[in-house]
């Protein structure tokens, strides 16, 4: 059973940071892309930000210069740290990961349960 845990976060006010955190476990051969993804009441999930397992990242445009996306491989975890944080920052937050349980050329997505961020004076 793989599964991916969230944590990290909560309440900031305008102009704060955050860190997001998510781990992944289980019975797990190789992780390819891990990401994350952000939904707001109404909105659809969108790309915050990924990066490969080599390390290439990608951010959207309205997070880029503030938010970072890192991993550690070894952990099979996968990091946000938020900076300079907006009230349009709020939603839940999902990690992503695109993972194989058996053979490298068959994997699966797997998502998070989501953890709250809101952005609030």
């Known amino acids: 059973q793989v599964q991916l845990v969230e944590s990290g976060g909560g309440l900031v006010q305008p102009g704060g940071s955050l860190r997001l955190s998510c781990a992944a476990s289980g019975s797990i051969l190789s992780i390819n892309d891990m990401g994350w993804y952000r939904q707001a009441p109404g909105k659809e999930r969108e790309l915050v930000a990924a990066i490969t397992r080599g390390g290439v990242t990608n951010y959207a445009d309205s997070v880029k210069g503030r938010f970072t996306i890192s991993r550690d491989k070894a952990k099979n975890t996968v990091y946000l740290q938020m900076s300079s944080l907006k009230p349009e920052d709020t939603a839940v937050y999902y990690c992503?990961?695109?993972?194989?349980?058996?053979?490298?050329?068959?994997?699966?997505?797997?998502w998070g349960q989501g953890t709250q961020v809101t952005v609030s004076s």
């Open positions: 992503n990961a695109d993972i194989a349980v058996r053979f490298a050329y068959l994997t699966d997505v797997y």
